[in-house]
C-alpha cells in the first residue's frame, strides 16, 4: 500500500481520538464514506438535527476500494458502516456484516435492488447513477439511444460558433457504450475479439472532431460545467451526479444511451465493526425516504426507494427513467481495477501515442494479470 493510502488509513483511525473528554452516553457512530463536500455538509446538518451521534471520516472515491480494503483486512479502528461504490461489493463482501432485515422490494426500485444483487442482505442501496444524456430542451433528442446517432445528432448540431458539440470524457467508464456497441464489454474475457479495437478506434476519433480535445487531467468536471453554460455542447454524456451543479434545471433535457453503464453507492456494515446493528441503523436512517427526498431535492439524484423517487424533482425522475435501459457493469471483484489498465490506453490513443491496436493489446495482457493474481 502506498504512502498516500497508509495517510488516509491512519487519518481515519487518529479521528477516534479526537473527540476529547468522556462521551455521556453510547460513543458515536463510526461513518466512513466518499460524499463530495456538499454532500457532506448536508449529511451532518440532517444528522444534527435528527439527534445522531456520527463520527465521519472521507476516503477519496478514487483510491476508495484500496483504501476501506486495507482498513478492514487490519481490522483497527474498524467503522460501523461505510459508503461504497456498487461495483466494490463483490470484493468486499467477505469482510461485510449481513443485515437482519429482508428488504421489501416494493419500497425499493428495481435498479436499486440490482445493484446489490445475489447480496441482497449486505447492503443498503443509497443512490442510483450511469450515464445519460443531457441537452438543451431546445434541442432536439437523437434519433434513437445509439451512439451512431448521437454522434449524428452531434454532427449536425456543430457550428461555427459550437465546433465541439459533443461533451464525452476520455475515461474507461465513457468508453463502455461504444465497446457494448460492439459487442464487447468491461471484462478480461470480453475484449478478445476485433470488437474492442474497433470501438477504441470510432471513440477515439471523436476528439478533434466532434468532441473536443481533452483537457488536463482532473479539469474535466469545471471544463463540462464551463462548456454547458456557455451552450458550447449540445449533446453531454454525464451523470446524475453533475445534475445538481446545473444552475437552471428547467433547461435541462435527459436522453437515454445505448449500452449505458448503471452503477450506484451502497452502504455496508463491516464485520469487524464494534458497533454493528447501530452501524445498520445509521444506513437505514440515511436511506429513508426523508433522507432520499432531502438529496434528491438538493442535488438531483436519483433515490432509490419508490416513494421518494415519486416525489423528486422532475430531472432526476427523468434520468431514472433514462437509467432503466442501462445495464451494470460485470459484477465482479476485479471490475473496478480494470480502469488501472484501460484508461491510460485510451488517453494514449486519443492522444496519438499509440494505435487502437497496440492500446488494446497492453489492456489485455494487464487484464489477464489481473485475473491470475492471487487476492
Request: charged fraction near 20%; glycine fraction near 8%; charge should be neutral.
Amino acid at each position: 500500500m502506498t504512502k498516500r493510502w497508509l495517510a488516509i488509513c491512519a487519518a481515519f483511525v487518529a479521528s477516534a481520538a479526537c473527540g476529547g473528554g468522556q462521551p455521556s452516553g453510547p460513543p458515536p457512530i463510526r461513518f466512513l464514506h466518499t460524499f463530495s463536500p456538499a454532500e457532506t455538509e448536508l449529511v451532518n446538518r440532517y444528522l444534527d438535527e435528527r439527534g445522531l451521534a456520527v463520527e465521519a471520516s472521507l476516503v477519496p472515491f478514487a483510491r476508495g476500494q484500496q483504501v476501506i480494503g486495507e482498513i478492514l483486512k487490519s481490522g483497527a479502528s474498524c467503522p460501523d458502516v461505510i459508503r461504497i461504490d456498487a461495483t466494490w461489493l463483490p470484493g468486499l463482501r467477505q469482510q461485510l456484516s449481513p443485515h437482519a432485515a429482508q428488504l421489501d422490494p416494493a419500497a425499493w426500485t428495481p435498479e436499486a435492488l440490482a445493484l446489490i444483487g445475489p447480496e441482497r442482505g449486505l447492503a443498503l442501496p443509497q443512490t442510483v447513477d450511469g450515464l445519460i444524456v443531457v441537452r438543451d430542451t431546445a434541442t432536439p433528442a437523437p434519433a434513437s439511444p445509439s451512439i451512431d446517432d448521437l454522434v449524428v445528432a452531434a454532427r449536425a448540431a456543430k457550428t461555427v460558433d459550437r465546433p465541439h458539440p459533443l461533451g464525452v470524457r476520455v475515461d474507461g467508464y465513457w468508453f463502455v457504450p461504444w465497446l457494448r456497441a460492439q459487442q464487447a464489454d468491461l471484462a478480461v474475457e470480453a475484449i478478445a475479439g476485433d470488437g474492442a479495437t474497433t470501438a477504441l478506434r470510432a471513440f477515439a476519433s471523436l476528439f478533434g472532431d466532434v468532441a473536443s480535445p481533452p483537457p488536463p487531467l482532473g479539469g474535466e468536471t469545471p471544463d463540462e460545467l464551463r462548456r454547458w453554460r456557455s451552450h458550447g455542447v449540445a449533446y453531454w454524456i454525464t451523470g446524475p451526479w453533475q445534475l445538481g451543479a446545473l444552475e437552471d434545471p428547467g433547461r435541462v433535457a435527459v436522453s437515454p444511451l445505448a449500452g449505458a453503464p448503471r452503477g450506484g453507492q451502497l452502504l455496508v456494515v463491516p464485520a469487524c465493526a464494534t458497533q454493528a446493528q447501530r452501524g445498520w441503523e445509521l444506513a437505514e436512517e440515511l436511506t429513508s425516504d426523508a433522507m432520499q427526498t432531502l438529496f434528491a431535492q438538493t442535488f438531483s439524484t436519483i433515490p432509490t426507494r419508490t416513494a421518494a423517487l415519486a416525489a423528486a424533482p422532475p430531472v432526476s425522475r427523468a434520468a431514472a427513467e433514462a437509467l432503466r435501459t442501462a445495464q451494470m457493469l460485470p459484477r465482479a471483484a476485479v471490475t473496478p481495477l480494470l480502469f488501472d489498465d484501460l484508461n491510460p490506453a485510451l488517453a494514449a490513443v486519443v492522444a496519438k501515442d499509440a494505435t487502437p491496436e497496440e492500446a488494446i493489446e497492453g489492456v489485455r495482457r494487464g487484464w489477464a494479470r489481473l485475473t491470475r493474481r492471487p487476492r
